[in-house]
């Protein structure tokens, strides 16, 4: 059993949580000592430690602030040049299909992701990204 030296003990005095337990592990190996005495150890050294934590105050889900989706605006979709975008992500047949289908390339009204869409009227889109459901007649 060999003996820490004190700037070992020291550093270990100023970490805290899990930082701390992985270095006692680590040191416990090193220097073939058990977790005890390196904890008896630390409290044993005088100086200052880690500063103590004020704990955090519980969670209460009805105070939760919850961000809504803004309303969609009254003007229209903000259209988009539909060769900018990329929508190649999905090599399935089913989805080369639907990207046949789609001819123009909008901004979500509540997120501003880009979607591409087919021109039919109206169309239903709910947006992958908020899930904010809107019907397009322009």
């Not at 059993?1 to 949580?17: C, F, Q, R």
């Not at 270095?23 to 050294?45: F, G, N, P, T, W």
């Not at 046949?100 to 992958?128: F, M």
């Amino acid at each position: 059993m060999s003996v820490i030296p004190e700037h070992e003990i020291n550093a270990l005095k100023a970490m805290e949580g899990y930082e701390q337990m992985l270095e006692i592990d680590r040191l416990s190996k090193a220097y073939q000592v058990d977790e005890a005495s390196i904890r008896a150890a630390i409290s044993s050294v005088p100086g200052q430690g880690p500063p103590p934590s004020t704990p955090a105050p519980p969670w209460v889900p009805s105070q939760k602030n919850q961000s809504q989706p803004s309303a969609p605006s009254k003007v229209g979709p903000t259209l988009l040049n539909r060769e900018q975008l990329r929508y190649e992500y999905d090599p399935s047949r089913e989805a080369a299909q639907r990207r046949e289908q789609i001819n123009q390339a909008i901004l979500c009204s509540a997120c501003g992701v880009a979607l591409g869409i087919p021109d039919v009227r109206p169309i239903k889109v709910t947006c992958p990204a908020c899930l904010f459901e809107t019907t397009y007649t322009e």
